[in-house]
């Protein structure tokens, strides 16, 4: 499969782009009743995210292409189907190829969708 379904990205659960740490991905957030979020995201050319940090945890799935976490001088390479968890408090950054799309679960709130700069 090489997109999400089309009820995935739904224009009212798109992440807004100054939500996002990385240019040229398309994102969809959907929240847990607990205030966690899950984001699914699309890679549409090889990109670096600028180096952040998140008040909770994060897991990260890779669903297909690959993706490499940075933190400091470590480098880990994921391939579809592997999976991570960064701790919080922890400064990061990725690497996605183009076509990689990956699932990530945070703890607490992190993005905003577009549709909520509407209200």
């Known amino acids: 499969m090489p997109d999400f379904p089309t009820f995935v990205k739904s224009p009212t ?3 807004a782009a100054a939500s996002q740490f990385t240019d040229d991905i ?3 957030v959907f929240d847990g009743a607990d205030g966690s979020q899950v984001a699914l995201w699309i890679a549409h050319a090889d990109r670096i995210s600028q180096e952040h940090a ?3 945890d994060e897991y990260v799935l890779v ?3 690959r993706c490499a976490i940075i933190i ?3 480098r880990t390479e994921l391939l579809a189907g592997q999976e991570f968890v ?3 408090g922890t400064r990061q950054s990725m690497e996605v190829a183009a ?3 990956t699932m990530h679960v945070f703890g607490g709130k992190r993005a905003s969708r577009e549709s909520d700069a509407d209200r």
């Open 13 to 15: 659960n798109r992440i």
């Open 26 to 28: 398309e994102g969809y």
């Open 54 to 56: 998140h008040d909770f």
């Open 63 to 65: 669903i297909e292409g």
């Open 72 to 74: 400091g001088d470590s």
């Open 86 to 88: 960064i701790a919080r």
């Open 99 to 101: 076509g990689t799309r």
